[in-house]
């Protein structure tokens, strides 16, 4: 590769390139857009709890008062209409007449049937305003609005938990390199080339069975999307999970004949050229948590401009005199120039063994 070519030179500085439509953001959230329709919006009600716990906090917390005030609105209305068509708001409820219920003392507005609904779905306590057992309707009225406050706070509930437990936010303690590198030398008495990103685990707890997918989406105008598996590896584990995830980890995958990351590599990366063709690729890393043993997925991408040649990553473990290991993660994206011995992604034929 020519390093004066002006597209190198800008890849290797990680520069400018004009920005792109990621599939999956560097967060690892989905950047995919798609028109709602009704048809769509149907599924999503079928599905409240997923919807319900996928739902930002804000109209989580909208849904949840919306969810009591609608409630108490609505029983409040039920109690009212009882009283009215029983006739109980033109009724002392000091001094009724003989052989009179009335349903809910000292329940004269709808303020106050508001308020009698309130109490009775929190179950608060009652002051002034109380049932008559002596009253069917009330009794009826009573029980049902009971047991659909105890399904609504049992179900709000629950979705609170859920939301708050999600593995998905473990997986926000974990943090990918911003750049993946491509490195090499040789080793084993051959030529090798290594394109490799680096993990974190913020938390001081392990994770374990860690297992790293990856996939190319390749794009040109005008032709459908096209998927290429990329396998990853750690070390010499190969294919096999790392089983404990606690300091920084740097997974590879070589730049073989059959890896369809290198004819992608080897050409041109030119403002021009990232209009015409773009590829993406997007890692996937599943870990278990350790004590709940809760699975999650922590995801991010890398396009052309975010892989580095003739980089590797500087070293961010270190040992001390008193014999223990520290980790300075200020130089986690940290990159430097590793140097392919003269020999560049053009040495690599597709007859070679890597």
């Not at 990856?214 to 294919?239: C, E, K, N, T, W």
Request: charged share 20%.
């Amino acid at each position: 590769m020519d390093k004066g070519d002006p597209a190198t030179q800008e890849l290797l500085a990680m520069g400018t390139l004009s920005p792109v439509q990621r599939l999956v953001n560097k967060d690892g959230s989905s950047a995919l857009t798609s028109s709602a329709r009704p048809c769509h919006l149907r599924r999503y009600l079928r599905d409240i709890w997923t919807t319900l716990v996928e739902m930002q906090w804000r109209y989580v917390f909208l849904v949840f008062s919306l969810t009591f005030l609608v409630s108490w609105l609505l029983f409040g209305c039920l109690w009212y209409l009882l009283a009215l068509v029983r006739g109980d708001l033109d009724v002392d409820p000091d001094d009724p007449p003989p052989n009179r219920t009335v349903c809910v003392k000292y329940m004269g507005s709808m303020t106050a049937a508001f308020s009698f609904a309130l109490e009775t779905q929190l179950t608060i306590g009652y002051g002034t305003m109380y049932p008559s057992g002596d009253c069917v309707e009330g009794v009826v009225l009573l029980a049902v609005q009971m047991l659909l406050g105890l399904m609504t706070e049992a179900f709000i509930t629950g979705a609170f938990v859920a939301k708050i437990a999600r593995p998905k936010l473990r997986a926000g303690t974990i943090r990918f390199s911003s750049a993946a590198v491509v490195w090499g030398g040789r080793g084993d008495q051959r030529r090798r080339r290594l394109l490799a990103f680096r993990v974190a685990n913020l938390r001081p707890s392990a994770l374990l069975d860690v297992t790293v997918s990856a996939v190319l989406y390749r794009s040109r105008p005008g032709h459908p999307l096209r998927q290429s598996a990329v396998d990853f590896q750690l070390d010499r584990l190969g294919p096999r999970p790392c089983p404990y995830f606690l300091f920084p980890l740097t997974f590879h995958h070589e730049l073989g004949p059959d890896s369809p990351l290198l004819p992608l590599l080897r050409e041109p990366c030119g403002q021009e050229k990232s209009r015409v063709e773009h590829f993406e690729l997007v890692v996937f890393l599943q870990a278990m948590q350790e004590g709940s043993g809760q699975i999650f997925q922590k995801r991010t991408s890398y396009v052309r401009g975010e892989i580095l040649l003739d980089a590797c990553f500087r070293p961010v473990m270190s040992l001390g005199p008193d014999g223990t290991y520290a980790t300075n993660l200020a130089c986690f994206d940290e990159t430097a120039s590793h140097g392919f011995d003269g020999v560049g992604l053009e040495g690599l034929d597709a007859d070679e063994t890597v």
